[in-house]
Each structure stands twice: as C-alpha cells, then as structure tokens.
C-alpha cells in the first residue's frame, strides 16, 4: 500500500544532541514537507521540497536542516541550535504541481527533551 | 501578513449538527482545505474549496466566500467519533516565488461530543 512513513514515533534528545527523524513516501510524490505542532498552535512549516537536491525555508527553519536525495525521502534535523525542540513533527507530501492536491499526512514523531 | 482564524474550542451533543468557522486574510488564495486530526495521530483530509460555494460529503460539508475571506465545515448527524480537532489551511500564493502553494494552517478547532 502507499503512503508516507515517518519513525520513530517518540525520540528524545539530550541536551546539545542532534536527532534525525526520518521520512520516507512510496506515493510517487514530488514535493515533500516537515510541519512543527505545538499544543493550541496551528502546524507551521518549517522546510520544504519540491524536486530532489532543491529545498526552500519554511517559516521557523532556524535550528533544523534537511535534505533531498532522494525522491522518496525528507529526513529532518534537529539541531542543538533549536532551543525549545519539543513537539509533534509532521511530515507530509503531495504532487506540488497541482493547485488541488491535497497533503498526505505522515503518522508524527513526538519528539522530548531529557 | 498571514492570518487565520477558528475557535479553540467547541462542545456539540450526538447526534446534532455542529459548524465550525474560519477566518482568513492571506497575501493570495489557491484553495482552503479542512483537515481531521485525531490527538497523537496524522490529519486526514476532508474537503477542499476553491470556488465560492458549498461542497458536500456525507455527513460533511463545506462553504467558502472569497469575498468575505470565510469558511465553514459543517457537521451533521454527529457521533461520538466525531471528537477531535479540525485544521482550516489556505493555500497562499506567494506573488514572485518559486513556491508552488504550500499550506497555511490555523490553530485548529477541538470539538467534543458528548453523549
């Protein structure tokens, strides 16, 4: 079946680590994207991918970085420069090319600090 | 700059009807999508209005107003099921920018029923 794969679930991060979180879709989609959500607050972008090798600043890039290797993969990077790191990240994707195309959710990863 | 707007939180009893609202003022517009999302899970997509007017699904609907910068979902024949938050998102066109139309989200609304 297609869809999109993000793991782990719960991760946590000590202080001055960076974690990766990890997202992979089998959809055929071109673009790619990493939401942040925190309790009452709305999902906000914090990168996005719209073809391989190329990716764009969402509005709270600081302390994360990405990549795009590889079409079906958009692994996040939380670095030790990201301060207040806890929250429920959400990947997502879709065929950017299209003004309706909705997005396809991934399952979340909680990610805590210790 | 970008804004929208929904209640934080709403309470209906089974078995009624519910609407929740949504505001927005965005630079442009492509297209508002209503998203469910269960606590600790995914959003899953419900609608999608890009013209003015109401779209239905089921025990689903949705309205637009350009005009006004307003949406609704509307929620018939509710069920216990139905208890979780609802994401109003915008597709903002960003005049100039190689972006393609990424989402704007709001704070979601959170809707209890309740027996």
């Known amino acids: 079946d297609g869809g999109i794969t993000q793991s782990p679930k719960y991760l946590f991060r000590k202080e001055g680590q960076n974690v990766t979180l990890s997202c992979e879709q089998n959809?055929?989609?071109?673009?790619m994207y990493w939401y942040r959500q925190d309790p009452g607050q709305g999902l906000r972008l914090i990168y996005y991918?719209?073809?391989?090798?190329?990716?764009q600043k969402g509005d709270i890039a600081e302390g994360y970085s990405v990549s795009r290797e590889k079409k079906e993969s958009f692994p996040l990077t939380v670095t030790s420069a990201q301060k207040n790191p806890t929250a429920f990240y959400l990947c997502?994707?879709?065929?950017?090319?299209?003004?309706?195309?909705?997005?396809?959710f991934g399952s979340g990863t909680q990610l805590s600090v210790l | 700059g970008q804004n929208i707007d929904q209640p934080t939180e709403m309470t209906a009893t089974e078995g009624a009807i519910v609407q929740i609202n949504c505001t927005y003022q965005?630079?442009?517009?492509?297209?508002l999508f209503w998203y469910q999302q269960h606590a600790g899970e995914a959003p899953t997509f419900l609608s999608y209005?890009?013209?003015?007017g109401l779209e239905e699904k089921g025990r689903f609907s949705s309205f637009l107003s350009r005009s006004k910068g307003y949406s609704y979902l509307l929620l018939k024949e509710l069920q216990m099921k139905d208890s979780a938050s609802y994401l109003c998102?915008?597709?903002?066109?960003?005049?100039?920018?190689?972006?393609?139309?990424?989402?704007?989200f709001g704070q979601g609304t959170t809707l209890q029923v309740k027996p």
């Open positions: 997502a994707s879709n065929y950017a090319a299209r003004g309706d195309e909705k997005l396809f």
């Open positions: 959809l055929n989609h071109d673009a």
């Open positions: 991918s719209q073809i391989v090798n190329d990716f």
């Open positions: 965005t630079s442009g517009f492509n297209g």
């Open positions: 209005n890009v013209l003015d």
């Open positions: 998102a915008v597709r903002a066109v960003s005049v100039g920018s190689s972006n393609t139309g990424k989402l704007i």
